[in-house]
């Protein structure tokens, strides 16, 4: 069933409820069964141009938010409505409705309230005089009277004459918000004096209030303004700090943190101007600190960074001297909070008051920490690097070594055997670290990890090392299960696949056995990634990335559920997923990245999406069907020309060499980089998966250009590509045997060994088709068609060439498909004739290739045979 959500009076709308609200509607983009109607007003926008609610629908409204504008009424609709209103011809109400729009302007809410005013005041009434029972009024009377200006104004006069209880009633639940539960009420009124459900029940009798399950609300916001504004500031704020401290001490001493975020709230509201104790703006700013922890604990980083700043306001004068440790305490959350939301800006503020105040070293590493941190996630890697490298000589650590280091080397070794002699149960129930400095170390170093791992990736596994040499000799800490994920991986690298697979899953079960959820993300994400390609389908390995995203979000590790979604997003890509589905995960997540300003894998997921959009529509697409969101090919080529994103070039390579062999782009493929060679370069580097496809492509490209330029050089490349790809397809068939069995069978195609060749191209079709590689089946369908195509057997080239239009169909290639017709239309003497090509066009829209392609063998008089089950093999003596 369809279901409609209604958010009204959104212009008050907090960041955190922008933030939930955004990433509900990008979850349910697309359906048909969920309906957002999203009500503002947009002049209190006006107000403030720069707003976090300006800035939302600034970035919601290029997705698929469809802005409605209302106005105000204009002459003839205030007309009306006074018409539909008092029941009367619109002739009759002409010179009333003629002043009411001159005093309201046709706001509809004004219009409503001016009538019922006009009512009170006796210049309105309905006469039960002679036969025409109606609404009369006095227009000299309405005229002579001093209208309110605007709905406020007008809403106080009536408000001024309400008994004082009902005012002070109506205050006190104007100063919680616009509405207000019933059990705060009832905890309230035992301050008040008085009773403030019945009050508040006696105002919805007069029409002011009305309810909504346990809780009392405002009929509008405009009369919750006129309340609200019915009091001077100074008393506002007085009751704002009342009653937050009132409820605060009712809220602690039931342990109730609902009622807790409340009160805190209300004495947010009052202000440090409101207190003048200073023991009293001290307990508040702990009250901040304490609210803002549990904020944190439920991941609203947003909402725990308001609480701390305002805690900090709290503050006293001389605070680094009189409350050193409330405030170093305030200022790091501060700084925690903001750089989970990824302001470095923000960051560096509380951060140098922090190193600026630090009385001990341990409070100047914490402060170093945090801005190590906050400059990875925003990118700035050299800066996060130099304060990586002060912090570690504040520890007394030596520099990480790199891994051409023999020394090093020999110490992974040395740790290899201890831990393949550690059986499970030893490794599981390893004591816990107590020594506060070997804790930090092991954190500092786990941060160092994430750093090293994109600016430095030789250093990695030195600090690899090291966290496990502390967590085995000292204890484990919250950060061991990462790094021993991460050293399962240079188990990988050494050859131990056995004892590879075996960490990575006792890593991830000892983060379960701590309680550290928060770290089950990364290690999936570590493990899926670099370990489980060599065993696991490529296909569930995307879907355990999903999951490892669910679960870091779940956890409020955003970080490591964004690195789960960049590998789940180029993982289906790499395992056949459907084009479509590619294009609009990758661009719905590069949007999600840019609205939580986490731009480290925009580049990266950006190419996935440009070559999925590449092989839909072609080379040459219309870039009027391209997302301003997402990157384009010539800024990805700028940032990878500045020289300082290794791993976006890597991935760029990549992809510039699969489009290059996907469209026959042969002056690009004679450029095409070195994969495998740069791969073995460089000793102990964790092999990933694009890295695998780039070499297999590598090996396709070399074969192709083999063939055309007769140079040995490229054979030779070519054979590499073949050994890598059958080292790997021992350990995991599913997902390198048909690989190996298509280079094998190019191979064999180059040294004219023609029936083994043939036997290879349709293992390797059997095995791609078995194996769901929907785009690698359509690959060797193509190679085979040229390998028949070559030795003259046309009809068997035009059925391989069918099947592989059938494939990349299927795949959503559509790009590939065409090229592939236009191939046939032209090396083949097929018929030109307007309905044979309007059939084999056909043929890619409605994938009904087979069919389109068999009338044109037809027509050329060649009777086609199948390739599948079991298709006719030509040999040499055909």
């Known amino acids: 069933e369809s279901i409609t959500i209604l958010l009204d009076d959104f212009q008050w709308a907090d960041e955190a409820s922008l933030l939930l609200t955004s990433s509900i509607l990008h979850d349910i983009v697309g359906s048909k069964y969920v309906f957002f109607v999203i009500c503002c007003r947009d002049d209190d926008i006006k107000v403030e141009k720069n707003s976090h609610l300006a800035q939302w629908i600034a970035a919601v409204s290029e997705s698929h938010l469809k802005k409605i504008v209302l106005c105000n009424l204009n002459a003839n609709l205030c007309r009306k409505f006074v018409s539909d209103t008092l029941c009367l011809s619109p002739r009759l109400v002409c010179l009333l409705s003629s002043v009411l729009f001159s005093k309201t302007l046709g706001n509809p809410f004004f219009v409503r309230k001016m009538l019922e005013s006009l009512k009170e005041e006796g210049c309105l009434h309905f006469s039960l005089k002679g036969t025409r029972r109606r609404w009369v009024w006095d227009l000299d009377k309405i005229l002579d009277l001093d209208i309110a200006d605007n709905v406020v104004a007008l809403l106080t006069r009536k408000l001024d004459k309400l008994p004082s209880d009902m005012q002070q009633g109506l205050q006190a639940a104007a100063c919680l918000g616009s509405s207000v539960d019933n059990s705060v009420a009832e905890v309230l009124s035992s301050q008040l004096g008085f009773n403030l459900c ?37 008393q506002r704020r007085e009751r704002h700090i009342a009653f937050g401290l009132f409820l605060s001490s009712q809220a602690l001493n039931n342990g109730n943190d609902d009622l807790l975020f409340i009160a805190v709230g209300q004495i947010n509201r009052g202000g440090p101007g409101a207190v003048s104790n200073p023991l009293q703006k001290t307990m508040i700013a702990s009250l901040n600190m304490n609210v803002g922890t549990k904020a944190v604990s439920l991941s609203d980083f947003a909402s725990a960074l308001d609480y ?13 001297e009189n409350q050193y ?12 909070a903001a750089c989970e939301i990824n302001d470095p800006q923000l960051v560096m503020t509380f951060s140098d008051q922090l190193l600026s105040n630090s009385k001990s070293l341990e409070d100047r590493l914490n402060a170093m920490y945090i801005v190590v941190k906050s400059f990875r996630r925003a990118m700035l890697f050299q800066e996060s690097k130099k304060f990586a490298s002060n912090m570690l000589e504040l520890l ?20 290899h055997g201890v831990i393949s002699e550690l059986s499970d149960d030893s490794f599981l129930n390893l004591k816990r670290a107590h020594d506060k400095k070997q804790i930090f170390i092991v954190k500092a170093y786990h941060e160092l990890l994430l750093l090293f791992h994109i600016v430095a990736p030789n250093l990695m596994f030195s600090v690899c090392l090291r966290i496990v040499q502390v967590s085995l000799t000292v204890g484990i800490t919250e950060s061991s299960p990462i790094a021993f994920a991460h050293f399962a991986v240079l188990l990988l690298e050494i050859g131990d696949l056995s004892q590879a697979h075996r960490l990575g899953s006792l890593a991830l079960q000892l983060a379960q056995e701590l309680n550290v959820y928060g770290q089950s993300s990364m290690i999936i994400g570590i493990v899926q990634q670099y370990i489980a390609w060599t065993s696991e389908p490529l296909q569930s390995i995307a879907e355990s990335h999903l999951f490892g995203y669910n679960t870091g979000m779940q956890a409020g590790d955003i970080g490591s559920s964004l690195l789960n979604y960049n590998f789940f997003v180029s993982t289906s890509f790499y395992s056949g997923k459907h084009l479509d589905v590619v294009r609009k995960i990758s661009g719905d997540f590069i949007q999600e990245l840019m609205r939580q300003k986490q731009k480290w894998f925009v580049n990266c997921t950006a190419l996935i999406h440009l070559q999925a959009l590449t092989l839909i529509e072609g080379p040459d697409f219309d870039e009027s069907i391209y997302p301003k969101h ?12 500045q020289g300082n994103r290794t791993n976006l070039t890597k991935h760029n390579g990549v992809y510039q060499l699969m489009r290059a062999f996907y469209f026959r782009q042969y002056d690009e493929m004679s450029r095409a980089v070195n994969i495998l060679d740069d791969f073995a370069k460089k000793s102990f580097t964790p092999l990933k998966v694009n890295v695998l496809f780039g070499i297999f492509y ?8 083999a063939r055309r330029t007769k140079e040995e050089s490229w054979v030779v490349k070519g054979r590499n590509s073949l050994s890598f790809m059958k080292k790997w397809q021992t350990s995991s068939s599913w997902n390198f045997e048909n690989k190996a069995l298509l280079l094998e069978a190019e191979l064999m195609s180059l040294q004219r060994n023609h029936d083994q060749a043939t036997e290879l191209y349709l293992d390797s079709i059997k095995s791609a088709k078995n194996h769901k590689f929907i785009h690698e089946e359509g690959i060797a369908h ?7 195509h070559d030795r003259g057997f046309e009809a068997d080239a035009l059925q391989s060439f069918n099947q592989a ?7 959503g290639a559509k790009a590939m498909s065409q090229r592939l017709v236009d191939h046939i239309q032209s090396d083949f003497n097929l018929s030109q004739s307007l309905t044979a090509r309007t059939q084999v066009r056909a043929s890619i829209e409605n994938s009904l290739a087979a069919d389109a392609l068999a009338i044109q063998v037809a027509n050329i008089g060649m009777s086609p045979s199948p390739l599948e089950g079991q298709t006719k093999r030509p040999h040499d003596s055909d």
């Not at 440790?325 to 925690?336: D, H, T, V």
């Not at 193509?782 to 028949?788: A, K, M, N």
């Open 198 to 234: 019945t009050i508040l029940q006696q105002a919805m009798q007069k029409g002011y209030m009305d309810q909504v399950g346990s809780k009392f609300r405002f009929v509008h916001d405009k009369v919750h303004q006129a309340v609200y504004e019915m009091m001077p500031e100074k």
């Open 308 to 320: 701390f700043k305002h805690g900090i306001l709290f503050l006293n004068q001389n605070h680094w």
């Open 325 to 336: 440790a409330l405030s170093n305490e305030l200022y790091g959350a501060a700084a925690e």
């Open 396 to 415: 007394g650590e030596e520099l990480p070594r790199p891994m051409g280091d023999s020394q090093l080397i020999s110490d992974i070794r040395t740790m």
């Open 630 to 641: 997402v990157p384009s090919f010539h800024e990805i080529n700028s940032t990878v020309a």
């Open 698 to 705: 590598e090996g396709l490209v070399s074969f192709c250009m």
């Open 782 to 788: 193509e190679l085979v068609g040229y390998f028949y």
């Open 805 to 811: 239009i059938r494939c990349y169909n299927a795949w």
